[in-house]
């Protein structure tokens, strides 16, 4: 069973356009959230996070909303550029330091 | 990188063969994780450890096995493996909350 539940699997943006992708999760122990950036053939790289005593957190171009009583998060990237293009993924933090994963939303951003 | 290596990089193997893959970090942190990245399932927690001999089970732990004799390193074993195991297998380390990882391992089960 999925934790943490994300969509849209695909994405495509016109440059300058705003990207959301949407998280939602079930268990109320989670008590942070990351988004995760990864291009081809590389690792995940941390791109912003944010705990759940705070509705929304910016960090640039990148900003997480997050709604508490929904159980649902999301990631806003404005102005939206090519270098954006990749696949996101958010996660959440449980118990015992496990991370668990949306499935990833392909993020192709057209010039 | 957060001073994450893994080693091999790619690796193809054949059914039933052991395989061990290796995670080396050169900060120093407790924490240190594989996971494993499936199209369709984002990444899963194989196993972790909190310090030198001190490991746990993840989400998808069957058919694997961990060490960690040393702080920087933390191997990965199948010690027969399936095609099922063909997956790209990612370690982390975790620096308070945040959780960073190393390149990757393309596996190949034939």
């Known amino acids: 069973q999925q934790q943490v539940k994300q969509s849209p699997q695909s994405l495509i943006v016109q440059k300058g356009g705003i990207s959301i992708i949407n998280c939602a999760y079930e268990?109320?122990?989670?008590?942070?959230f990351p988004w995760y950036q990864q291009f081809p053939g590389k690792g995940p790289a941390l791109l912003i996070a944010?705990?759940?005593?705070?509705s929304e957190k910016k960090e640039g171009r990148f900003t997480i909303s997050f709604n508490k009583s929904a159980k649902q998060f999301s990631l806003h990237i404005m102005d939206s550029q090519p270098g954006d293009s990749a696949t996101y993924f958010c996660?959440?933090?449980?118990?015992?330091?496990?991370?668990?994963f949306g499935t990833g939303t392909r993020l192709t951003v057209i010039p | 990188d957060a001073g994450i290596t893994q080693s091999p990089r790619h690796k193809v193997t054949e059914t039933g063969t052991p395989v061990t893959l290796r995670c080396h970090q050169t900060?120093?942190?407790?924490?240190m994780y594989w996971y494993r990245q499936d199209p369709g399932h984002g990444l899963r927690l194989i196993h972790y450890?909190?310090?030198?001999?001190?490991?746990d089970k993840g989400e998808v732990s069957d058919g694997y096995s961990v060490s960690r004799s040393k702080t920087e390193d933390f191997l990965l074993t199948l010690e027969s493996a399936t095609s099922s195991q063909t997956s790209v297998y990612f370690c982390?380390?975790?620096?308070?909350?945040?959780?960073?990882f190393g390149p990757g391992t393309r596996l190949t089960v034939t």
């Open positions: 982390a380390i975790r620096d308070v909350y945040e959780q960073y």
């Open positions: 268990n109320t122990a989670f008590d942070y």
């Open positions: 944010i705990r759940p005593d705070v």
């Open positions: 996660a959440a933090l449980g118990g015992a330091n496990n991370l668990f």
């Open positions: 900060e120093n942190h407790r924490y």
């Open positions: 450890s909190y310090g030198v001999k001190d490991t």
